[in-house]
């Protein structure tokens, strides 16, 4: 089934039914996010201790955040 087709149908749907799909797309993506979610925790575990930013840290975030409006 196209994704057009299951897009015609939602409205034939009751509100029962129509709340299990959405329960089940929700699912769906908790799980493909929780992969990315954990991709970034073992990076963050990954990327040493924890230390304080620096003021020059700090700037160079200013800097590039600056950098991105242009």
Known sequence: MSKAEIMEELPKLGPA????IFDRLCA??????SGVHQ????????????????AADWD???????SRRS
Do not use: Y
């Open 17 to 20: 039914e129509r709340q299990e």
């Open 60 to 66: 160079g975030a200013l800097q590039r955040g600056l």
């Open 28 to 33: 769906l993506q908790e799980i493909e996010l």
């Open 39 to 54: 991709k970034w925790m073992d990076e963050a575990l990954n990327s040493g201790p924890a230390r304080p930013a620096s």
